[in-house]
């Protein structure tokens, strides 16, 4: 079991940056896979990135490859995503989700936190 609480989030301009951050809690947090999503409005929930629980795997959707950075500090039970020259269709609610390998974060993730909003703006 892992509890996931997102920050980070907020308002920016189009081309500009922001970093995430998912604070991990519950027992041995570091075994868990964690990854990204977002979704926009009125659309479906969208695969971002994810890391491995010894950060030696890293994976990312082809819409964010280049741009995103995702990374993990499990001293400090924390995953974060910097987000670079963000597109103004990119504004939605950003979700931190994990579950035990990659794979699964990938496919199905088994928890989830509550999101945080990215507005960026054109």
């Known amino acids: 079991q892992v509890q ?3 920050s980070g989030g907020g308002l920016v301009q189009a081309g500009g940056s922001l970093q995430l951050s998912c604070a991990a809690s519950g027992r041995n ?4 896979a964690v990854g990204w999503y977002r979704q926009a409005p009125g659309k479906e929930r ?3 990135a994810v890391i491995s ?8 959707g082809d819409s964010v490859k280049g741009r995103f950075t995702i990374s993990r500090d499990n001293a400090r039970n924390t995953i974060y ?4 020259s963000l597109l103004s269709e990119e504004s939605g609610v950003y979700f931190c989700a994990a579950d035990g390998s ?3 974060v990938r496919a199905r ?11 960026v703006s054109s």
Do not use: C, R
Request: charged content about 15%; overall charge negative; hydrophobic content about 40%.
């Open 81 to 84: 995503l910097q987000m670079n």
């Open 109 to 119: 993730p088994a928890f989830w936190g509550k999101g945080t909003l990215v507005t």
């Open 29 to 32: 947090p570091h075994w868990f």
């Open 4 to 6: 996931l609480t997102e």
């Open 46 to 48: 969208e695969f971002v």
């Open 53 to 60: 629980g010894d950060g030696s795997i890293i994976k990312y």
């Open 102 to 104: 990659v794979n699964s």
